[in-house]
Each structure stands twice: as structure tokens, then as C-alpha cells.
């Protein structure tokens, strides 16, 4: 079959997967492949068991894998047939030498960059994917350059917001397509290129294009806006819970200004996944970079309240339990880092569940999507760690609950039946605020929810 396009992705990861599926089923016209060193996660996107859980995937995959979407792990053929590539690698926080535990370790990016100059044999369009400092795209324009062999490069800028858990339906009607590009003639027909492939699916209004350093740095805002917001209602819910208010009334009341908007206001144990640490830690060194060390600290603020929510979930937890956790079972319902996904890459439910070992309780834990990733999130840390499919089986002769993700089937559980086959007293500890606290309190319960005042039976 001749395509109109070959497109090639390298990172076959949560957004270098999802997003050319998308691709794919919206422009069979277009070929699409997916490269990825790891041989196991390719063969995995070409089995009936995929990497990642996302609702609508499956589906979407099934449809179009071997009709126009392919994935194996022949990245330099992948690079010499492809007129368009996107860079989806992964770029965590660095772990090592300047900037560690801030900076964004840029070492597969820059692999992946020679590796496309390095087999590449005609003009292609590169398009970064992967969350960067801003500035990256010129190191990759040099790096694509330096052989100085006639091949050109353009390389664009278009950050994905897809969220976990909702991937295929952001994809599907996303709020916006951001691509950025240099404002030279061929930077414009390569934006231009990359427009046509969205236009497929999106409307015009909502493809937005910009300079790529704009679009670089947008991708970073976006992500400490939506942090910031988790970060502003937690700082909030502690105050609430000396005070007698209630967080949810709050929220409520102050997301239906519409200047600031309902969304993004729920309370909880704080913000986990891949990016809104990783993404503000990386702001806040590129500010100090730039001597803008005022800027630093307020972004910094951000990542400390989300530290602080988390450790003051477990000082109640330890308060309400009498001070000690010593030999008690602990149950925790969910460990994924939001609902409706497996993935757990810093999840709350992570930093708890050691502070809760360190306590010497014993762990059972939960989870609809997450226990392979929880087991190996946890494997380093020595402590009775227990993981049970099951809910209702996990918390059977527990004395706590303590909700870590707010998953659906949680609020829709026997609590008369779990409280039965508890030790007395029990303790509900809400994490998310998705139980109905005054039936659980009814029921026998002692519970604790966050930002509200507690129910207990003493
Ligand atoms: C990644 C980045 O972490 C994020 O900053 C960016 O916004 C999007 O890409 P994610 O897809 O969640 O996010 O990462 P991950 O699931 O770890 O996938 C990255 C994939 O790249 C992995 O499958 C890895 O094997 C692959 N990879 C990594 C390569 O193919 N080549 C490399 O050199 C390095
Ligand atoms: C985020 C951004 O939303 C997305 O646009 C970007 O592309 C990647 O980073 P993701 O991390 O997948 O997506 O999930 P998100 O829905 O943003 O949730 C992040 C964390 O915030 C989760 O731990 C979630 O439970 C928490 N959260 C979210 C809250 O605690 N309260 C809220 O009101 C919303």
C-alpha cells in the first residue's frame, strides 16, 4: 500500500504510544511507526497485553496495528523511511553532577538526536515531544547540523498535554495543539506539514502555533500552572482542618468565579506523575540558571506544599492511631498515582507506604490497575508489605484504611461488610475525599478526610 506520509516516533512510551495511535486511526493515509530501545515494550504494543492501561486503547489499537500503525525496534530504518519523526524519549529529573535532583537529564534526547543525524539520508521534520528546558530545540538544530552533509533539518517544537488515565479522549478533543517552530521559510512549511497532520481531527481554531522557544516554555508553565492550583487547595485543606471549614465548600465556592474556574481544585494526599515534579523542578533550575532566583523560590514553593501535604497525612494518621503504628495492619486503597491508570512513577502512595514502614505497620495493598507497578516501586523498601487484587479481602483484620486513588470502585464498596471484618477501632483515612464520610461514620467508622473536620466515635 502506498501511504501519503511515513511518520516514525522514538519512545514507545505513555506518550509516544497513545499519541500515534491516535495518528494513525484519525489518517490512515498516513504510515506511523513506533521505535523504542526496549525490545519487551515492543513486543508488548504488538501483543494483546500493551504496556500501559488507558481506557479506549485497546480498542483504538486493535483497529489499527498492522493496517498503518507498526511498532519494532529498527530505529535507524525507521529514521531513513520517515519524512516526519517525533521524539518522545524519556527526560527525567537527573540523578547526577550539576543540577541533580532538578535539571532535566537530557542524555537519551541528545543519543536520540545523533542518532537521527547519523542515519538519516533526506530533509526530515523533527518534532520534540518530550517535555524540554526551553532552548532545546537550538542544541538539537547544532547536534543535527554538525555533519555538515547537505541533509536538511527543521526541527518544531509540539509538547503533548494528554493526562493519564484520559489519554485517548484528550488526544481524540484536545484543548489545544501547540506547535512551535522557527519563523524562518522552512520553519513555517515544516509547521505547516505538521498542522496538516492535526487538521485531520482538530479544528483549525484550535491548532495554535507559535515561536518554539514560546512553545518549549509553554509546555512547562502549563504543567507548574496545574501543580500550583493542587499545591494553592492543599496548602488550603490544612488550614481547614484546624479551622472547622470545609475544604469542598471552599473549592467550590471559590471555583465557581469563573475567572478561576472549577477544575484542578480537589484536595488530596497531593500530586504524583511523571511530569508536574519533574517539569517545575526543571523550571525552577533553568530560573536560577538566569539568576532569577525569586521566581526560583515561588515555583519551588510549589513542590514543598505537595511534600508537606503528604507528610502531614501521615503525622494524623500516626496522631489519630494514638501515636503508634507499631504491628498494625494498614490497608491502602489504590497505589496508581491518579485513577484509571496502572502506572505509579510518584505516586503518593509511595513516599506514604515507606513513612507507614518506618512505623513498623504491616501494608496491604490494593489496587485495580497498579500492583505490578507497586511491587516493583516498592521492592527496596524492607517492611511486611502485603498485595491483594481483592478490596475487600485487603482490608479484612486491618485497623486502617488509608484512600491513596481515587478510584470509582471505592466509593461503591460493602463498608458495612468491610467494617465487620476489621479490627476495632477502625480508621478511615480518606486520602481524596471520595467516600461518603457521614455513612462510613454511621457505620462505626472513625474517619479522618482531608480538609474537613474528622467523624470519630471518642
Ligand atoms: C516521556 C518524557 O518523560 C516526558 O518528559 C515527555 O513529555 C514525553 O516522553 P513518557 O512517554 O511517559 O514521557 O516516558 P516513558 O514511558 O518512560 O517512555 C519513554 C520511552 O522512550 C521508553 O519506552 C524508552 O525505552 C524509550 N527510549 C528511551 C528510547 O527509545 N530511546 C532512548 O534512548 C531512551
Ligand atoms: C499532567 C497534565 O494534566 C497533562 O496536561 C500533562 O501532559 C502531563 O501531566 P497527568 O500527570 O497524567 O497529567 O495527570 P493529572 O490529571 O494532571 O494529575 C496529576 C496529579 O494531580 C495526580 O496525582 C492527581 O491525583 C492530582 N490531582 C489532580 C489532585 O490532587 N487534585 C486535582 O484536583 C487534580
Redo the contacts with the bound molecule.
Sequence with gaps: MNFKKTILCIGAG??GGPTMAMIAYKCPQYKVTVVDINPERIARWNSDDLPIYEPGLDEIVKTVRGRNLFFNTDIEKGIKESEIIFVSVNTPTKTYGTGAGMAADLQYWEKTARQIRESAESHKIVVEKS?LPVKTALAMERILTSMNNGIRFDVLSN?????????VK?LEDPDRILIGSRETPEGLKARDELVKIYANWVSEERIITSNIWSSELS?LV??AF??Q??SS??SISALCEKTDADITEVSRAVGMDSRVGN??????????????KK?ILNLVYICRFQGLDEMADYWEGVVKINDYQKERFILNMLSAMFNTLAGKRICLFGFA???N?G?TR???AILIAGRLVEEKADLIITDPQALKNAMTALSDINGQINYVEDPYDAAAGCDAIAVM??WDMYAGLDFEKIYKSMTKPAFIFDG?NILDHEKLFEIGFNVYPIGKPALTHF
Design positions: 505513555y506518550v517535555t509538547p503533548e498535554f494528554l493526562a493519564e488515565g484520559s489519554a484528550d509546555k502549563s504543567n496545574l501543580a492550583r493542587i487547595i492543599n477544575k484542578f481544585l480537589n484536595a488530596g494526599i497531593g500530586f504524583g506523575g511523571s511530569c508536574f517539569d498515582f491518579k485513577a491508570t502506572d510518584e505516586s503518593p486513588t481515587e481524596r
